[in-house]
């Protein structure tokens, strides 16, 4: 099971960027695909998540953060939109094949994780 996450980059405040997490080893529509993002020196924090042609997003980015996914290409997205300073961040992509909607929010209830993509928000 491999996530591999990518897309990240330097993006001026107010852009708009899109990251991808290419899933292999599973069947997607399986699976709860989750973003996160950590940014330097805080913890790990929910960002959206896909469960079962569901989404959920944080209260901080919901109307700019977008997620989807494409079965047939095992991939799912994450289109971030109106990017601010403090969207600056790793972000991460996991899997969670047990993961119910109530429980997206939460890291631990995720069973694989990409290696993340660093998005740089400059003002």
């Known amino acids: 099971v491999q996530l591999q996450a990518s897309g990240g980059g330097l993006v001026p405040s107010g852009g708009s960027l899109r990251l991808s997490c290419a899933a292999s080893?599973?069947?997607?529509?399986?699976?709860?695909i989750g973003w996160f993002r950590q940014a330097p020196g805080k913890e790990r924090e929910f960002v959206a998540a896909?469960?079962?042609?569901?989404?959920r997003y944080a209260d901080s980015v919901k109307g700019r953060f977008t997620i989807s996914r494409d079965n047939a290409k095992k991939t799912v997205y994450l289109q971030i939109n109106s990017l601010k300073p403090e969207d600056t961040a790793v972000y991460y992509c996991?899997?969670?094949?047990?993961?119910?909607?109530?429980?997206?929010?939460?890291?631990?209830?995720?069973?694989?994780w990409g290696q993340g993509a660093l998005v740089t928000v400059s003002s």
């Open positions: 996991a899997a969670g094949r047990g993961t119910i909607y109530s429980q997206l929010p939460y890291p631990d209830e995720y069973d694989y």
């Open positions: 896909w469960k079962g042609g569901s989404t």
């Open positions: 080893g599973f069947v997607l529509e399986d699976y709860a």
